[in-house]
Nanobody, 115 residues
Framework: VQLVEFGGGLVQTGGSLRLSCALSGGTFDDYTVGWFRQAPGKEREGVACFSLPDRVFYYGDPVKGRFAVSSDHAKNTVYLQMNSLKPEDTAVYYC?????????WGQGTQVTVSS
């Protein structure tokens, strides 16, 4: 199983980005899926957690109403749409899947929001 994130970059405050997470060697339906982020000097925190088959989605308080997850089964890819970005959203964003005793992380993609 391999996860690859992409779509990060530099954006101004108030702007938008869409991150992608592509899965190979498995299907997202077999796992719980999460987006996490880690800012410099801070612990990694959860951004969103969801189960695609159950259509259950949770968002962290700092991103509620601004971020949204979606998926494309044909491409075996999930997305994190980030709107109204703030400088405090600056971090490396990671995609993770887990189920049973297995968990897998992507390599991360940098998001930088300039003020």
């Amino acid at each position: 199983v391999q996860l690859v994130e992409f779509g990060g970059g530099l954006v101004q405050t108030g702007g938008s980005l869409r991150l992608s997470c592509a899965l190979s060697g498995g299907t997202f339906d077999d796992y719980t899926v999460g987006w996490f982020r880690q800012a410099p000097g801070k612990e990694r925190e959860g951004v969103a957690c969801f189960s695609l088959p159950d259509r259950v989605f949770y968002y962290g308080d700092p991103v509620k109403g601004r971020f949204a997850v979606s998926s494309d089964h044909a491409k075996n890819t999930v997305y994190l749409q980030m709107n109204s970005l703030k400088p405090e959203d600056t971090a490396v964003y990671y995609c993770k899947v887990w189920g049973g005793r297995r968990d897998y992380w992507g390599q991360g993609t940098q998001v930088t929001v300039s003020s």
